[in-house]
C-alpha cells in the first residue's frame, strides 16, 4: 500500500508485492500460509486467512488491478464469514483493530461490498472505537498501538509520533513490517524506515512475515526441539555454530535478542545451559510483574514469553545479585503460570456445564 513518491503516489514503491499477490493466491480464493502439514487448510487459523485476504483485496483495489482475484477472494469471505463469530477460533495480534478498519476502508474508500453480516461488522466497529479511546496510557498499551498502526484508520492521531517511540536500530517498528509500512503511509518520510522495509523483501520470498527479523529465536527453538527430543548429540557440531553465532549476538547487544521477552529468555537458557557465560542482568526489567506490564508482551498477557521467562528464571543461580533477580522473577511467572492454569480449568467447567 506504500505509493512511490519518486515515481507516482499512484504506483506501488514496491511494485514486486502486488505481482506476488497477483501471483500467489490460492484456488480457494485466499492468501496465507496457514495450511497444515497434512494438507489443506487450518481451521483454527481460518481468521487469519480472512485478514490476510482482505488485506490482499485492499492492495489489489488500491493500485486497481486484479478484478478477478477480488471476486475469488470475495467468494472466499462469503463462504467462511461466520468464522469471525467464532471465539474458539486463534486471531492474530490486533485483529479485533486491524480487521474491522480493513472493513471500513473497503467500504468508505473503495466503495466494496463485502460478503459480511452488517450487525456484527458494526459490533467489531464499535468494540475497537472503545478500544482505542480507552483511558489506559500504559507504555505496553502505546506498544500495541504502535504495533497494530496499520488498523488505526481515523484514530491516526493516536499512532502519529507515538509509533516513533518504538522505532528499533533497524528502522522498524518493533520489528513489524505492516506497523513500518504504516508509518511511512501516514507521513514519516523515514530513508530507515524504507531502509527497513526494502531489507524485507531481500531475505523472504514466500510473502512478508508478521515480524522480522526472526531468525534467531527460530534458531532456538530448533535447538530447543532437537535436545528436547534427545537427538541432539546427533547435531552437536551444528548447534554448537548456532549458538556461537547468538553468543555473538548476544556480546553485540542485538536488539533481536534483548528487546523481544521469549528471544531473550531462551537465548539466556540455552546459552547458559551450554556453558556461555551470560549473564542475568538483562532480567532486571522482568523481576516484578508491574514491570511486565509495560511491556507489548505483558499488555498482550502472552503465555510463551511468560513461560519463557519461567524456565530462564528457574537456571541455577551462581551470585547472590543473580539469585535476587531470578528469584523474583521465577516467584512472579510461576503466580501468572498457575492462574492462568486455574483460569483454563474454569473455562473448561463452565463450558461443560453449558
Request: aromatic fraction near 8%; glycine fraction near 8%.
Amino acid at each position: 500500500m506504500v505509493p512511490s513518491p519518486a515515481v507516482s503516489p499512484e504506483k506501488p514503491i514496491f511494485p514486486g508485492c502486488l505481482a506476488w499477490i497477483l501471483e500467489n493466491q490460492h484456488d480457494d480464493g485466499s492468501w496465507g500460509l496457514q495450511y497444515s502439514v497434512h494438507g489443506g487448510r487450518d481451521p483454527t487459523l481460518m481468521k487469519d486467512a480472512l485478514s490476510s485476504t482482505l488485506a490482499c483485496i485492499l492492495a489489489l483495489k488500491r493500485w486497481d488491478t486484479g478484478d478477478h482475484h477480488v471476486r475469488s477472494a470475495l467468494a472466499f469471505m462469503e463462504r467462511n464469514s461466520g468464522s469471525l463469530l467464532d471465539s474458539s477460533l486463534q486471531a492474530p495480534i490486533g485483529f479485533d483493530v486491524v480487521f474491522p478498519s480493513m472493513v471500513q476502508t473497503c467500504t468508505q474508500d473503495f466503495r466494496l461490498n463485502l460478503p459480511l453480516d452488517g450487525a456484527h461488522v458494526d459490533a467489531m466497529i464499535r468494540n475497537r472505537d472503545v478500544a482505542l479511546t480507552g483511558a489506559d496510557r500504559t507504555v505496553g498499551r502505546d506498544a500495541y498501538l504502535a504495533y497494530v498502526s496499520e488498523g488505526i484508520g481515523g484514530f491516526q492521531g493516536l499512532a502519529r509520533g507515538n509509533a516513533m517511540r518504538f522505532q528499533r536500530k533497524n528502522g522498524s517498528i518493533l520489528n513489524s513490517p505492516s506497523a513500518t509500512a504504516a508509518a511511512v503511509i501516514h507521513g514519516h518520510d523515514d530513508a530507515l524506515s524504507l531502509g527497513y522495509l526494502r531489507s524485507v523483501l531481500r531475505t523472504t520470498t514466500a510473502g512478508i512475515p508478521a515480524v522480522h527479523p526472526h531468525e534467531i529465536q527460530a534458531r532456538l527453538c530448533l535447538i530447543d526441539t532437537v535436545e528436547s527430543l534427545g537427538i541432539d548429540r546427533h547435531f552437536r557440531e551444528e548447534i554448537e555454530l548456532a549458538l556461537d553465532e547468538i553468543h555473538r549476538c548476544w556480546r553485540q547487544g542485538e536488539e533481536e535478542i534483548f528487546l523481544d521477552a521469549t528471544t531473550c529468555a531462551m537465548a539466556f537458557r540455552m546459552l547458559r545451559l551450554n556453558g556461555y557465560p551470560v549473564s542475568s542482568d538483562v532480567f532486571d526489567r522482568f523481576t516484578e510483574v508491574r514491570f511486565w506490564s509495560d511491556t507489548l508482551e505483558g499488555y498482550l498477557k502472552d503465555e510463551r514469553a511468560v513461560l519463557e521467562l519461567h524456565k530462564a528464571a528457574r537456571i541455577t543461580c551462581l551470585h547472590d545479585g543473580e539469585a535476587s533477580i531470578l528469584g523474583r522473577q521465577q516467584l512472579w511467572t510461576a503466580q501468572f503460570l498457575k492462574q492462568l492454569a486455574l483460569d483454563h480449568h474454569h473455562c473448561r467447567d463452565n463450558i461443560y456445564k453449558i
